[in-house]
């Protein structure tokens, strides 16, 4: 009986001919940002936070590096917008011990900015050919009290770098990919908005002019001799003076207390 239930199964299954699946069944899911389409590929990267290389959300970044360099990108946040980081670091020769890494993101008051989800401190084995990193930030705002660190619209940096590595490591090239994407373009249901996004001022100071420079005083028709010999003197020598002519009293005063009276 089963036998003749197999060869019916089979049977049907011959004729039915091959199942066809569903392109989205056999499309293996995607996790993580994907670049934008057309987007431009940055090959370059800053060392510090005044050279940053801006990148756009959705602009992929591949970048040749080494062990123990300071990375930097800068990136423009909206208000309403929820920015994901993710990074990828290759390594593309042998290494003598695990190593952990690190991603860090600033606003533009150089205040660091917590992530609410993702791997943004790994540790990759002796034998890991790539470590991931990713960071999630909070929901950015169009306005916040000045006491707090909340994420507000303007220039936002991030940071790759190593944490911990052996020492013989350091200075081995690794291969960097790094990916900025942006959720959400509406504005926030929060009342208030930003009067200015905060923008690093790399304008700190500017040089005064010769209009701008104050005149001279001319100190010809003003004041008297005394006046300008007094303060030509200066403190120290007046407290000199005095110094000395309080020397000379109280050496006067022990003299007269401490000599001997004279016998008749």
């Not at 190593?99 to 600033?106: G, I, K, N």
């Not at 306005?143 to 790759?160: H, I, K, N, Q």
Request: some cysteine; charged content about 20%.
């Amino acid at each position: 009986m089963r036998t003749t239930l197999t060869r019916s199964l089979a049977a049907l299954v011959a004729a039915a001919g091959p199942v066809a699946l569903p392109a989205t069944a056999l499309a293996a899911p995607s996790d993580g940002p994907t670049p934008s389409p057309g987007a431009a590929t940055v090959t370059r990267a800053g060392t510090s936070f005044l050279t940053a290389t801006t990148i756009a959300a959705g602009q992929p970044v591949q970048v040749d590096a080494s062990t123990g360099d300071y990375l930097y990108w800068s990136f423009t946040a909206d208000a309403g917008q929820v920015h994901d980081i993710s990074a990828t670091v290759s390594f593309p020769g042998a290494r003598s011990g695990a190593s952990t890494w690190t991603v860090e993101v600033f606003d533009g008051l150089r205040r660091r900015q917590a992530c609410t989800a993702g791997a943004q401190t790994p540790t990759a084995d002796k034998a890991a050919s790539s470590v991931s990193l990713d960071c999630t930030l909070r929901e950015v705002r169009p306005w916040a009290e000045p006491w707090s660190a909340d994420p507000l619209p303007g220039t936002y940096f991030v940071r790759l770098s190593v944490a911990d590595v052996p020492e013989p490591d350091l200075g081995a090239p690794i291969e960097v990919e790094l990916l900025v994407s942006a959720d959400g373009e509406g504005a926030p249901a929060d009342d208030g908005e930003l009067a200015v996004p905060l923008v690093p001022n790399t304008r700190a100071g500017a040089v005064l002019t010769d209009e701008q420079a104050i005149a001279p005083v001319d100190d010809a028709d003003e004041g008297s001799w005394l006046d300008d010999l007094l303060p030509a003197l200066g403190s120290r020598w007046i407290w000199t003076s005095v110094g000395g002519i309080l020397a000379a009293v109280a050496g006067v005063v022990g003299f007269a207390l401490t000599r001997r009276p004279r016998r008749a």
